[in-house]
């Protein structure tokens, strides 16, 4: 690792924004050929949202519909696929995604009145389908909290997927909405080795962390499984089956994985802070993420961007399918009950 190496952070450069017509940048008094880069403080910006609730027109997710109480993510994965929309925003996809947070505090009011609306029908609602409703600015906030809050006054299905052990806190939310079969949960988890998980995720609870998340939530009886993901060749696809041993040791009853795809700016993200972190296995890792996707490291075709193609593609499923029958037979992950939805906000003896 580089000694200018930006310890507790993901991405090590801010790389050009394709939507600005003009771009800052740190020149050094003397004119040496260095970047001046500065581990950056958290910034956080407050957005009024005009919706909440996007429809999701991708045939690859099992969701179709998603929440994102907050644009940015402080966890810094450096793998991350949201960091592109960093962009529309006027930020860098590199450190300003995870050092400049948006906010969105009108959120549970939005989705109230997303609820609300008459023409609406009953359909599980992914939080979050960018980033984790559950980041660490969450805890301060509570935008997360106070939208489960509104699911669970309209008896609404939700979905969760985070990497944050904070889900704990709102257990007695997610107890009443599991009673009434309103939610399931992903936790994921894309490593057990601790060095390459702080490297990887830097500001992510640890994958011991994630385990005790997924029995305490199995404990007080809520659905709960395991997203091992992204699936990176050279680096942690030989954890698949161990990942998920240990998921259904600790009570998860479904399971998940999808590969790296380094699409848009995350490539050249992705491609330095290789390059900076493991040096002797650089070419190896880029080469085996190039085959996966057909000779380029990103591939947006629906139907295998996220499955990846070739030989190296085949071994990573194979992998997985052995494993998940292994430690996944005979569970299942319950499907979400649309009938207890409380269409308008009216309750009635039944609800």
């Known amino acids: ?10 991405a090590q450069i801010k790389p050009e ?3 600005l017509k003009t771009q800052s940048s740190t020149d050094h008094i003397e004119g040496l050929d260095e970047q001046l880069l500065e581990d950056p403080q958290t910034q956080i910006f407050q957005e009024t949202a005009k919706k909440i609730v996007n429809k999701v027109n991708s045939p690859d997710l099992h969701f179709g519909f998603s929440m994102n109480p907050y644009q940015g993510c402080e966890h810094g994965c450096i793998y991350c696929y949201a960091r592109n929309t960093h962009e529309y925003y006027g930020f860098s996809a590199g450190l300003d995604f995870e050092s400049k947070i948006i906010v969105k505090q009108n959120a549970p009011a939005l989705l109230e009145k997303h609820l609300l609306q008459p023409n609406w029908q009953a359909a599980p609602i992914m939080l979050s389908g960018n980033t984790d409703c559950y980041q660490p600015q969450e805890k301060k906030f509570e935008i997360t909290r106070k939208m489960l809050q509104v699911l669970l006054k309209y008896r609404h299905p939700v979905g969760i997927i985070t990497k944050n052990a904070l889900i704990i806190r709102d257990i007695d939310i997610l107890k009443e909405l599991a009673n009434n079969r309103l939610v399931n ?16 995720e830097p500001r992510t609870a640890s994958a011991a962390k994630r385990l005790q998340t997924i029995e305490t939530l199995t404990k007080a009886g809520i659905p709960v499984g395991v997203m091992n993901a992204p699936i990176i060749p050279g680096l942690n696809h030989h954890e698949i089956p161990t990942i998920l041993k240990a998921a259904a040791d ?16 995350i490539s050249k993200i992705f491609e330095d802070w290789l390059r900076k972190s493991f040096p002797d296995r650089f070419e190896k890792v ?25 030989n190296i593609a085949h071994a990573i ?9 292994k430690y996944f037979a005979g569970k299942e992950m319950a499907p979400l009950d649309l009938t207890k939805f409380r269409k308008g906000g009216n309750l009635n003896l039944f609800n």
């Open 250 to 265: 600790h009570g998860a009853v479904a399971c998940g994985i999808s590969v790296v795809r380094l699409n848009g700016a």
């Open 1 to 10: 690792m580089q000694e200018n190496y930006l310890k507790g952070r993901g």
């Open 317 to 325: 499923q194979q992998l997985y399918h052995v494993s998940k029958k």
């Open 286 to 310: 880029w080469n085996q993420i190039s085959e996966l996707h057909g000779g380029a490291v990103s591939d947006s075709a629906f139907g295998r961007r996220m499955t990846g193609i070739g």
């Open 17 to 19: 924004n394709k939507y």
């Open 185 to 200: 949960v992903m936790i994921s988890i894309t490593t057990l080795n601790e060095a390459l998980r702080r490297q990887m």
